[in-house]
């Protein structure tokens, strides 16, 4: 459930209209619902009460500096994947010692300015980067926390680009080869064994593959132990799916069951939830410019495009189009949702069975809260929207839409070229 809904006809964010927004802000833009990111991260969290545990919230899915304030006050770490986003969630106030940081690609800069902030756990990925981190370690005088993440080799049933839990991916260790690299790191002076930690996919339906996986991980510990090593953490990665069309993922309740039943309360488990929390809370609100047909095709041309949302053009993805004012006697009809980009991939829905619109109406492509903004590039040159949070009947700009003097920050023409 998410408060986006229509009163007579009229679809709300929580109590504004969002017409109203789109009038005072323009559009492209991202809205967000408050009232759904908290009772979202609440329902995913609560399902974990009972033992012992940390949600660090992956925010790759959506890493604006209100939304990531947001989860920390109601408890939440995150889940980092680069030096950059370190420095979003320090300057969203968040504690560093409840950050943990994944990613195949730490560079030297990157690792020494995790360590020096003081970060919780490094996922480390491969043996050469627990070397790197070691001697980073030594060079600063500091032991980095360390969990290994292991690739368990199991199949997450979801579309290829955001499998990571398979052999042929390029994620973490292969799990057989996991108890070798814990013995190398156990013998490291500046490496501080912590845990083990995975993600084998996102946008999984089904809890069997995140079962498989951790049963993988639980007698991999039981070994490390067996092996004098200390395991304190398991992290098992985000990747809970949500509905865009007519999946039905588990609930988060479903999906803690099923994981508490596995566990014992001798380990602090690490969950790195995204998209189960922030996707259906957000939507893309975008104006129509132009209708259009060719032969039997039928084309609404909108302001937003693949730069603002790029989820459709690159892994096909569905996100539902519904009209920002509804009247029922609106006709269907089946058309391409596209935007102003000069390429054939520029489009928000291809083919779909939809309610007809004119030009200057709103329309609000639904589930764009995880990989929307995060995900948008200035593609063509068109700055990046601005992203909105409602609460209750206020809204608060979070991000100002850029300007065209945005779009050049940084560049600079070379004396030899200006004569
Ligand atoms: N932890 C790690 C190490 C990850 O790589 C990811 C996502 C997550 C947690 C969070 O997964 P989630 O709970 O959001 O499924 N751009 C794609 C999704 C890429 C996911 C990458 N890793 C999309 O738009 O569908």
């Known amino acids: 459930m998410h408060h986006f809904q229509y009163r007579d006809n009229e679809l709300y964010c929580e109590d504004v ?13 991202y809205l967000y619902s408050h009232a759904t990111l908290t009772k979202h991260f609440r329902a995913f969290d609560g399902s974990f009460k009972d033992i012992r545990h940390l949600t660090c919230f992956s925010m790759k899915s959506n890493s604006n500096i209100a939304i990531l304030r947001l989860f920390y006050n109601e408890g939440g770490g ?10 979003r969630a320090l300057k969203a106030g968040i504690d560093p010692s409840m950050v943990v940081y994944s990613g195949v690609g730490k560079t030297d800069e990157d690792m020494e300015y995790a360590l020096k902030s003081g970060i919780m756990l ?3 990925e491969s043996r050469q980067e627990l070397l790197r981190l070691n001697s980073i370690g030594e060079r600063l005088n500091k032991s980095a926390p360390v969990s290994i993440r292991v690739n368990p080799d199991i199949d997450p049933m979801t579309h290829p680009y955001i499998s990571t839990g398979l052999r042929e991916n390029k994620f973490g260790i292969p799990i057989e080869d996991a108890p070798d690299i814990y013995r190398l790191a156990k013998g490291m002076r500046h490496i ?3 845990g083990v930690s995975c993600h084998i996919g996102s946008q999984l339906t089904n809890v069997s593959p995140f079962v498989d996986a951790l049963k993988r991980l639980l007698v991999l510990i039981e070994e490390l132990r067996n092996n004098g090593i200390t ?3 398991l992290d098992i990665g985000g990747g809970l799916g949500i509905t865009y069309s007519k999946e039905s993922p588990p609930h988060p309740e479903e999906y803690a069951e099923a994981i508490k039943k596995e566990i014992k309360n001798d380990i602090i488990l690490i969950l790195e939830p995204g998209r189960v929390i922030t996707g259906n809370a957000g939507i893309l609100v975008t104006r129509v410019i132009y209708t259009k047909s060719i032969g039997q095709k039928n084309f609404i041309i909108v302001d937003g495009a693949m730069n603002d949302l790029m989820r459709p053009a690159l892994y096909g993805s569905f996100h539902g189009i519904q009209p920002v004012i509804f009247s029922p006697d609106r006709k269907k009809l089946k058309a391409d949702v596209v935007g102003p980009i000069c390429e054939s991939g520029d489009f928000l829905a291809k083919d779909r069975e939809m309610y007809s619109f004119e030009p200057g109406e709103f329309m609000a492509v639904m589930s764009a809260g995880a990989y929307g903004f995060s995900m948008s590039s200035n593609y063509n040159s068109r700055p990046r929207p601005p992203e909105v949070l409602v609460k209750g009947d206020q809204y608060f700009i979070i991000r100002q839409r850029e300007t065209y003097e945005d779009l050049i920050k940084g560049e600079n023409i070379p004396d030899f070229l200006l004569k």
Do not use: A, H
């Not at 209209?17 to 492209?28: A, F, M, Q």
């Open 122 to 124: 490094f996922n480390v």
């Open 78 to 87: 995150v889940d980092i994947v680069s030096g950059g986003e370190l420095f």
């Open 17 to 29: 209209p969002v017409k109203k927004i789109c009038e005072d802000v323009g559009t492209p833009l």
């Open 192 to 194: 501080d064994i912590r």
């Open 231 to 233: 395991i304190e953490y």
